[in-house]
């Protein structure tokens, strides 16, 4: 919670359209670089709602990158307000996105940053346009409490009893989810991703539980996208935590399952959706003949975004 509250949240308030533009062509840039040609992105500039989603898939699409994105609705800053504007984001990108390598899917921060209405309308919304939810879930113990305080089980009880069980849904770390809970994820068709470099960083602990589903993806929680490291990172990490290692090492190949399904309409065939020799060769050039300008916006972005921060 320390760490939300004094660097992340800060960040998120602190970005505007030209810091969102910067990171996000760096990233994708950066992305391509280490051969990951897909990304799940969930999003939040709190100062900036209107029009974020377009910023990040207009840097996907013209660097040749394909995404699945959201905004992460949440009434942590301005109550019930700020998440129907999160939610709004969410709704005029599923109806105007024509982007051929942009999804878009409906986005909630931590549970315990939403009531449960917001998580209700957020349901709603993703059934209303025929697409999932994408939630950060008992990635730390308070996700856990806030939702005993409510007078649910745990969080995933919390969403189940709130019909937001989705199918497809993504739920990111699950790091004190319980064998019972992850069980009804999977008994729901709902995706869990570990992210094992963020869960050290961060010092929450190891998500055991996750062997209890088939439907568990390996994710980075913005860290770079080489996902190579990352995997490295998992088996490090479920060694010393005693998980069995024939189910993480199928993590990293059902994140590319996850992506088939969220392009599944005929664009991308198959149950791995991978991107063409052509198509890499393309978006392997553009961001070669890009990288320095992209870098050198980015620098000069970052020196600003600082200084906003020490303001907050």
């Not at 019909?163 to 992850?182: C, K, Q, Y």
Request: proline share 2%; charged share 30%.
């Amino acid at each position: 919670m320390e760490i939300l509250e004094r660097v992340w949240w800060r960040l998120d308030r602190a970005l505007d359209a030209p810091s969102l533009r910067a990171s996000a062509r760096l990233y994708v840039a950066e992305a391509i670089e280490h051969g990951t040609f897909s990304l799940i992105d969930h999003h939040e500039s709190p100062s900036m709602i209107e029009g974020s989603l377009d910023v990040l898939a207009d840097a996907c699409q013209e660097l040749g990158a394909r995404a699945v994105l959201c905004y992460g609705a949440t009434e942590r800053n301005e109550g019930r307000d700020e998440a129907r504007r999160g939610l709004e984001e969410c709704r005029r990108f599923l109806s105007e996105n024509r982007r051929s390598l942009i999804r878009g899917v409906v986005g909630l921060h931590a549970s315990f940053t939403v009531s449960d209405d917001t998580i209700r309308e957020a349901a709603a919304l993703a059934r209303e346009h025929s697409t999932v939810l994408h939630v950060h879930v008992a990635e730390d113990g308070i996700d856990v409490r806030d939702a005993s305080e409510r007078g649910y089980a745990g969080v995933i009880d919390r969403f189940d009893r709130l019909d937001a069980l989705i199918p497809g849904s993504i739920f990111a770390h699950g790091v004190h989810l319980t064998a019972d809970e992850v069980r009804r994820c999977a008994s729901n068709n709902c995706w869990l991703v570990q992210n094992p470099r963020s869960n050290r960083g961060n010092r929450v602990g190891y998500p055991s539980a996750l062997s209890y589903s088939n439907r568990v993806a390996l994710g980075t929680d913005g860290y770079p996208a080489e996902m190579r490291i990352e995997e490295k990172t998992l088996i490090e990490e479920a060694r010393a935590a005693g998980d069995d290692l024939s189910h993480a090492r199928k993590r990293l190949k059902a994140g590319r399952r996850l992506i088939a399904e969220r392009f599944a309409d005929g664009s991308h065939d198959g149950e791995i959706a991978t991107i063409t020799p052509d198509e890499a060769e393309r978006a392997h050039a553009r961001v070669a003949s890009e990288m320095s300008a992209i870098r050198e916006e980015a620098q000069v972005q970052a020196e600003q975004l600082w200084t906003r921060m020490r303001r907050l």
